[in-house]
């Protein structure tokens, strides 16, 4: 069972900065695709950023300059840097592992971002 548990989220201003930090019990397995999604409430589910098969990169047009992706492999760790936070990037924030190429995800419980006018 893949197990994946976000933390780093919180409350800031317009202008701010987070780091996001997903622990992954399969981080070193390469079948994977990691990736950070968000919901927001009566919004679609977004991806955010994250890992193509390939290892490049992918970003969300909204975030792409703002956000970055990144992970260790020891510990097995995925980071999502947030910074120029904006209102409209509230939202629940998801760490997400997928069997490659398959639309199978593990998910994490989330970690709550809020960004104040």
């Known amino acids: 069972q893949v197990h994946l548990l976000e933390s780093g989220g919180g409350s800031v201003q317009s202008g701010g900065s987070l780091r996001l930090s997903c622990a992954a019990s399969?981080?070193?397995?390469?079948?994977?695709?990691m990736a950070w999604f968000r919901r927001a409430p009566g919004r679609e589910r977004e991806k955010v950023a994250g890992?193509?098969?390939?290892?490049?990169?992918i970003y969300a047009d909204s975030v792409r300059g703002r956000f970055t992706i990144s992970q260790d492999r020891s510990p097995n760790t995925l980071y999502l840097q947030m910074d120029s936070l904006k209102p409209e990037d509230t939202a629940m924030y998801y760490c997400s592992a997928e069997l490659c190429n398959t639309g199978l995800y593990h998910w994490g419980q989330g970690t709550q971002v809020t960004v104040s006018a």
């Open positions: 890992f193509a098969a390939d290892g490049t990169t």
């Open positions: 399969e981080y070193a397995d390469r079948r994977f695709c």
